[in-house]
């Protein structure tokens, strides 16, 4: 007779006849989450990875049941705080619906207590990788893009967390199902509940040049650092370089915390747009707008500027 | 420390900011370092107003941060008393062409609530972009204007960004930012600089001094009484100026000898400095102050000088002795400072390898 037990391979819970385990089993040694050969998660079936990040690597994976493709992320922490706090926030943006939030399917944990994301699965190219290519984007159509961003994150808010890590690479560009292009909002690996009015404090992470300054001097983070970061990633993809870039890491977060936005002389950029980014970015977080519904408002209404008005012309 | 001289309590007219060797047409192909470096406040406008750019130099003078001022409308928001017809109408009619030529200069009074300012002002286009510049060179200090003819002063930075206290940041009844500094922080930056000096930390210390001495240079342009630059008036009425600024500063008394100038070499001595507390591994200590003065030299000769410490009055007892040479003699004299040479000993070396240059 054979015997059954949990796939320690895998760790995730999903079974496969194993031979009984000897009654003095070896000692434990370090595993990959993942065997290419076995890719069985707790009913997906894992296909090809698609990427290795700072927070962790993703996979494209089929749903068995549902015959559906779909990402799965491991988050890479090895603190067991660390991964509640993921999984209880992961559980908060799965409530989230919006089509500029990537959605999350579900959340697994396996035996170590380590979290798996499952997402839905999007094509595309994020946003880095588009202006690295293409060269930086026209100022009306960065915006455009990122307006539905700043809608997807100001629904973040709503829901208490902040996002952590807001910056062209965590922006995807995916045609829906209209055969319109969007951007949706990736990787909440860094994201934090936050409660208003509170200060949060977190380790330093991020991304250097698109972190705001009080997450460099205090590691504080609140909705205000997510405004920060999507201005910085406005003026990113319009002028093609970050606006505090610096040759070494001290002289860049002394320059994010002093120095003023430069106005870019090398690409078009309206004034007006670059007043608004600037107020987004002011050094201290009360004097930015007061959420990310207000800059929205105030992109779109210059964005709406732009536009050439419509006469009646019977 | 501060950089900032108080401010007067009764009218004085700051030397005259020639800009000779400035060509305003090139200002917009000055990035942000360049235009921190000009004595000269330039505030960078789009046609509307909104502030794009704005110097280090401005923000000094009108005690207002940088990034704290770009985005917001000038005519509005910063500089209230310039919402006039005669600087916002000219700029409005400049902007727009009806007033030829590539700039337009005129005389003005700037109102602060820490006193007025009398300050020419040149317009310039920025070349095939819809953006302007405003030159600013200020002509004399006055108090505050409180008469009829007084305009809405700008605000003062607190008045911009709201709560400064709640957040750290002290300022004087000047309106300059301050800080309150412990002692034990210079005790620790001593020990950190006596125990664990390490291969780079000259070259640091240096640098930051040289950035500083850049920064002074603007102070210096600004105080006293004398309207003509710095670089154009005799040697000796300069460094005596220096070393009082830098003596009311509280760097010590410094010493400028010039006997030497006519070898190329100047000697500099320096008494009480605050950065001579203990001995350290190296038995020099001022890199700080040398980068300092080094900046300072460097505008006031109007060429790249090095400033090198020979020995420390931590180790010697005697008066700090720093050397200043040309920048191409840099290397030599860095090399014998190392081996604890004196400066006759340097000059005389550097006599020997002029020579030996001629020779060969």
């Known amino acids: ?314 | 420390m501060s950089m900032i001289p108080p401010p007067p309590t009764v009218s004085r007219t700051p030397p005259s900011r020639s800009y000779a060797a400035f060509d305003p047409a090139t200002v917009d192909a000055l990035d942000d370092a360049a235009l921190d470096e000009l004595p000269f406040g330039v505030v960078c406008l789009a046609r509307d107003g909104l502030i794009l750019r704005y110097n280090l130099a401005e923000g000094r003078l009108a005690r207002l941060d940088p990034s704290t001022v770009v985005g917001r409308n000038f005519f509005t928001d910063v500089a209230p008393c310039t919402n006039t017809e005669e600087f916002h109408g000219r700029f409005r009619a400049f902007a727009e062409g009806s007033t030829g030529g590539a700039s337009i200069r005129f005389s003005y009074v700037f109102d602060f609530r820490f006193g007025a300012q009398n300050v020419d002002v040149e317009i310039v286009r920025a070349v095939g972009a819809p953006r302007l510049y405003l030159l600013i060179n200020r002509r004399q200090f006055l108090p505050e204007r409180t008469g009829p003819e007084a305009r809405e002063p700008a605000p003062r930075q607190s008045d911009l960004v709201a709560d400064e206290a709640d957040r750290g940041i002290l300022r004087n009844r000047y309106a300059e930012r301050i800080l309150s500094t412990p002692v034990v922080l210079f005790e620790l930056l001593a020990n950190a600089f006596a125990n664990h000096p390490t291969a780079h930390w000259p070259t640091i210390a240096h640098d930051w001094g040289l950035a500083a001495g850049r920064r002074l240079v603007i102070e210096l342009e600004t105080a006293g009484d004398d309207e003509t630059p710095l670089a154009e008036r005799p040697m000796r009425d300069v460094v005596e100026f220096v070393s009082d600024l830098l003596r009311d500063q509280g760097w010590g008394v410094v010493a400028f000898d010039l006997g030497e100038s006519a070898r190329g070499v100047l000697r500099l001595d320096v008494e009480s400095s605050a950065l001579v507390g203990r001995p350290t591994r190296h038995g020099r200590s001022c890199h700080l102050l040398a980068g300092m003065l080094e900046g300072v030299l460097n505008h006031l000769a109007q060429r790249r000088l090095h400033v090198e410490e020979l020995s420390c009055a931590s180790t010697t007892g005697r008066a700090c002795q720093m050397i200043v040479v040309g920048e191409s003699r840099r290397g030599v004299a860095s090399r014998l400072a190392a081996e604890g040479r004196s400066f006759d000993e340097v000059v005389a070396a550097l006599e020997a390898g002029r020579a030996d240059d001629r020779t060969t």
């Open chain 1, 1 to 314: 007779m054979r015997s059954h037990r949990r796939d320690t391979l895998l760790g995730l819970g999903a079974t496969r006849e194993q031979p009984a385990a000897p009654e003095q089993p070896a000692a434990p040694k370090e595993i990959a989450w993942v065997d290419a050969e076995r890719l069985l998660v707790r009913g997906y079936r894992l296909l090809d990875r698609l990427g290795v990040g700072g927070t962790g690597e993703v996979w494209r994976a089929r749903h068995l049941g549902l015959d559906r493709l779909v990402a799965i992320k491991r988050m890479r922490s090895d603190h067991p705080e660390s991964n509640d706090r993921l999984v209880r926030e992961a559980r908060s943006i799965a409530r989230i619906r919006h089509p500029a939030i990537v959605q999350v399917h579900d959340v697994i944990v396996d035996d170590r207590g380590a979290p798996y994301l499952v997402m839905e699965l999007l094509e595309g190219d994020d946003l880095a990788r588009r202006v690295a290519a293409d060269g930086p984007l026209d100022q009306d159509r960065a915006v455009r893009l990122l307006l539905g961003v700043l809608s997807g994150l100001e629904a973040v808010h709503r829901h208490g967390i902040v996002h952590g890590d807001i910056k062209p690479e965590n922006i995807l560009l995916s045609i829906d199902d209209t055969g319109v292009e969007k951007a949706v909002l990736l990787d909440f690996g860094l994201s934090h509940a936050f409660e208003p009015g509170a200060q949060h404090t977190a380790t330093l992470a991020g991304t250097p040049h698109f972190m705001a300054p009080e997450q460099i001097v205090e590691g504080a983070v609140g909705p205000a650092s997510d405004q920060w970061s999507a201005c910085v990633s406005i003026y990113s993809l319009v002028v093609g370089r970050p606006p505090f870039a610096r040759e070494s890491l001290p002289a860049l977060f002394d320059a994010i915390r002093t120095a003023a936005l430069p106005y870019p002389r090398d690409v078009e950029m309206d004034a007006r747009l670059f007043a608004i980014l600037a107020r987004g970015t002011r050094k201290v977080p009360d004097e930015r707008y007061p959420n990310v519904h207000e800059l929205r408002m105030t992109l779109a209404a210059w964005l709406r500027s732009r536009r050439p008005n419509p006469r009646f012309d019977p």
